[in-house]
């Protein structure tokens, strides 16, 4: 996958999916770790729901995520998706796309 098709799936109307699997195509992380990636990644899609835009990775809707996670008893899953989903927010931000990542500040559930 080329550099430009990479930078046009991290527009904010794009496909969340397709987003998430070009994060997960990446080649500077062990395939271990993308896996895990992922699965974290595709729960808060599902969450989401089909065909959202990158632009629903907002702080309201991982927070939403989270409470959900939280309140069916899974507070470690919880937390660690979130701390991927900032990851993937970092990811996808570049200067002229987004004005910053949208869950720099986002703190992590408490455990």
Excluded at 4 to 21: C, T, V
Excluded at 31 to 60: I, N, Q, W
Aim: glycine share 8%.
């Amino acid at each position: 996958m080329g550099q430009n098709l990479s930078s046009q799936m991290r527009k904010p109307s794009s496909p969340l999916g397709e987003s998430i699997d070009s994060f997960c195509n990446r080649t500077d992380l062990e395939p271990s770790t993308l896996a895990g990636y992922k699965r974290s990644l595709k729960r808060f899609e599902r969450f989401m729901g089909e065909s959202v835009p990158l632009s629903a990775l907002t702080e309201d809707n991982v927070n939403a995520y989270a409470r959900m996670k939280i309140k069916a008893g899974k507070k470690f899953l919880a937390r660690g998706d979130v701390a991927v989903l900032r990851c993937f927010s970092r990811w996808q931000y570049e200067p002229g796309k987004m004005h910053s990542p949208p869950l720099v500040g986002m703190a992590l559930p408490n455990r």
